[in-house]
């Protein structure tokens, strides 16, 4: 199990922009993908963007050339970058670790989430 801490939300206006951040407890060996997701007032938890120990990205279409995940190894941290945020944006971000285990099971982690607010 990895302790994952997420930071960086907050009120925006509309185009504005934040970078979220997720700290895992330590550096996971496993193949393992890290994700964000969010989860609006009364909508399902949706999947934003994952990005793999091999560094394959996925980005969901509704956010697509607007947010961008990089994580950084070093420093067991996974980013997310959100441009031209809009208020459909609104939500709260989760941290996800998926980690594959050597009898082909996986985990999944959860940070404890992050609001964040886009509105004028």
């Known amino acids: 199990q990895v302790q994952l801490v997420e930071s960086g939300g907050g009120l925006v206006q509309p185009g504005g922009s934040l970078r979220l951040s997720c700290v895992a407890s330590?550096?996971?060996?496993?193949?393992?993908?890290m994700g964000w997701y969010r989860q609006a007032p009364g909508k399902e938890r949706e999947l934003v963007a994952s990005v793999t120990s091999g560094d394959t990205t996925n980005i969901a279409d509704s956010v697509k050339g607007r947010f961008t995940i990089s994580r950084d190894n070093a420093k067991n941290t996974v980013y997310l970058l959100m441009n031209s945020l809009k208020p459909e944006d609104t939500a709260v971000y989760y941290c996800?670790?998926?980690?594959?285990?050597?009898?082909?099971?996986?985990?999944?982690?959860w940070g404890q989430g992050t609001q964040v607010t886009v509105s004028s």
């Open positions: 996800n670790a998926r980690t594959l285990l050597t009898d082909g099971n996986t985990v999944n982690d």
């Open positions: 330590r550096r996971i060996f496993r193949p393992n993908t």
